[in-house]
C-alpha cells in the first residue's frame, strides 16, 4: 500500500472513530501531549501497527463502567427517573466476553437495583449455566435503566435518552458477543423494525460487535408449553458459544 492510501485509511478510520463516539454520548477527547502519544506502545492491526490509543477507543477516552454510571448519576432525563425505585444500570464481568441486553428492569429489578433478578432472571441464570458459564462471568445490562409504570413497553423518547449510555457500556467492555433478549432490546439496537422471531438464528452487526438476537425469557415462562421456544434460544447460544471458540456442552433434548 502507498503512503497516500496509507493515509487515506487513516483519516477514514478516525472519521468513523469519532462519528461512533458522538453516537455514544461522548460530546470531546482528553488532550493528550504529542510527546505522550508517541510513548505508548503500537498494537498491531489489520492495516499494520497502531497506536493503541487509537485501537482502543474506550481506553483512549478514560472510558469506564463506573465512569458511565456517574454520568448517569441520580438521572431525571426522561419522566422514568421520577417514578423509579432504583436505577438499574448493570451487573457482571466488566471484562466479559459476553453480554446480555434486555429491554427494561421490572418489578423485583427496580425494587433491588440489578437487572434480571425476578423469574425471567432466574431463568436466564438457568441458560446462562448451560451454556457452562457463570452469572458472574457475563454482563448483563438494559437498553432503559429505569422500569416503566407497569411494565410497559418502552417508548421511543425514553429509549433514545438511555440508549447511548447502554452503548457507552458496551465499547468499555468491548465484548466478542452480545445477545439481545427480546424484540424491544433487539430492535432497539438494530435499528429495525423487524420482528424477534425474523431475526435470531443468525449474527448481526452492532458497531462491529456479532450480536446474536434471541427471544427474552419472559417469553419462554409465557409460552412454557411449547418448548421449541426454549430450544431455538438455545441453538442461539450455542452459535454464539461456536463463534467464541467455546466449548459446547452436551445438552440432550427431549421429545
Same mark, same amino acid.
Request: glycine share 10%; hydrophobic share 40%.
Given at each position: 500500500?502507498?503512503?497516500?492510501?496509507? =493515509?487515506?485509511?487513516?483519516?477514514?478510520?478516525?472519521?468513523?472513530?469519532?462519528? @461512533?463516539? *458522538?453516537?455514544?454520548?461522548?460530546?470531546?477527547?482528553?488532550?493528550?501531549?504529542?510527546?505522550?502519544? =508517541?510513548?505508548?506502545?503500537?498494537?498491531?492491526?489489520?492495516?499494520?501497527?497502531?497506536?493503541?490509543?487509537?485501537?482502543?477507543?474506550?481506553?483512549?477516552?478514560?472510558?469506564?463502567?463506573?465512569?458511565? *454510571?456517574?454520568?448517569?448519576?441520580?438521572?431525571?432525563?426522561? =419522566?422514568?427517573?421520577?417514578?423509579?425505585?432504583?436505577?438499574?444500570?448493570? $451487573?457482571?464481568?466488566?471484562?466479559? *466476553?459476553?453480554?446480555?441486553?434486555? @429491554?427494561?428492569?421490572? !418489578?423485583?429489578?427496580?425494587?433491588?437495583? @440489578?437487572?434480571?433478578?425476578?423469574?425471567?432472571?432466574?431463568?436466564?441464570? !438457568?441458560?446462562?449455566?448451560?451454556?457452562?458459564?457463570? !452469572?458472574?462471568? $457475563?454482563?448483563?445490562?438494559?437498553?432503559?435503566?429505569?422500569?416503566?409504570?407497569?411494565?410497559?413497553?418502552?417508548?421511543?423518547?425514553?429509549?433514545?435518552?438511555?440508549?447511548?449510555?447502554?452503548? *457507552?457500556?458496551?465499547?468499555?467492555?468491548?465484548? @466478542?458477543?452480545?445477545?439481545? %433478549?427480546?424484540?424491544?432490546?433487539?430492535?432497539? %439496537?438494530?435499528?429495525?423494525?423487524?420482528?424477534?422471531?425474523?431475526?435470531?438464528?443468525?449474527?448481526?452487526?452492532?458497531?462491529?460487535?456479532?450480536?446474536?438476537?434471541?427471544?427474552?425469557?419472559?417469553? %419462554? %415462562?409465557?409460552?412454557?408449553?411449547?418448548?421449541?421456544?426454549?430450544?431455538?434460544?438455545?441453538?442461539?447460544?450455542?452459535?454464539?458459544?461456536?463463534?467464541?471458540?467455546?466449548?459446547?456442552?452436551?445438552?440432550?433434548?427431549?421429545?
Amino acid at each position: 500500500m502507498t503512503a497516500d492510501g496509507a =493515509a487515506a485509511d487513516l483519516v477514514a478510520a478516525l472519521k468513523a472513530y469519532l462519528e @461512533e463516539l *458522538r453516537e455514544s454520548g461522548v460530546d470531546g477527547l482528553p488532550w493528550v501531549p504529542a510527546q505522550e502519544i =508517541a510513548a505508548v506502545p503500537a498494537k498491531a492491526g489489520a492495516g499494520g501497527d497502531v497506536p493503541a490509543a487509537v485501537a482502543n477507543e474506550a481506553a483512549a477516552d478514560g472510558e469506564s463502567l463506573d465512569r458511565i *454510571r456517574g454520568d448517569l448519576g441520580a438521572c431525571q432525563r426522561c =419522566a422514568l427517573g421520577a417514578t423509579r425505585t432504583n436505577l438499574v444500570f448493570g $451487573v457482571g464481568n466488566p471484562r466479559a *466476553r459476553i453480554v446480555f441486553v434486555g @429491554e427494561a428492569p421490572g !418489578r423485583d429489578e427496580d425494587l433491588q437495583g @440489578e437487572p434480571f433478578v425476578g423469574e425471567a432472571g432466574q431463568l436466564l441464570n !438457568r441458560i446462562i449455566t448451560r451454556m457452562g458459564l457463570k !452469572r458472574e462471568d $457475563v454482563y448483563i445490562c438494559n437498553v432503559l435503566k429505569c422500569r416503566p409504570p407497569g411494565n410497559r413497553n418502552p417508548e421511543p423518547a425514553e429509549m433514545e435518552q438511555c440508549g447511548p449510555f447502554m452503548l *457507552r457500556q458496551v465499547k468499555a467492555i468491548a465484548p @466478542e458477543a452480545i445477545v439481545t %433478549l427480546g424484540t424491544f432490546a433487539t430492535q432497539a %439496537l438494530l435499528g429495525t423494525k423487524a420482528p424477534i422471531s425474523k431475526l435470531r438464528g443468525k449474527f448481526h452487526d452492532y458497531h462491529g460487535i456479532p450480536l446474536m438476537p434471541t427471544f427474552h425469557p419472559s417469553f %419462554l %415462562l409465557h409460552n412454557k408449553k411449547d418448548t421449541s421456544k426454549f430450544w431455538n434460544v438455545w441453538d442461539d447460544m450455542v452459535q454464539v458459544l461456536k463463534k467464541l471458540a467455546m466449548a459446547v456442552p452436551d445438552v440432550k433434548r427431549k421429545d
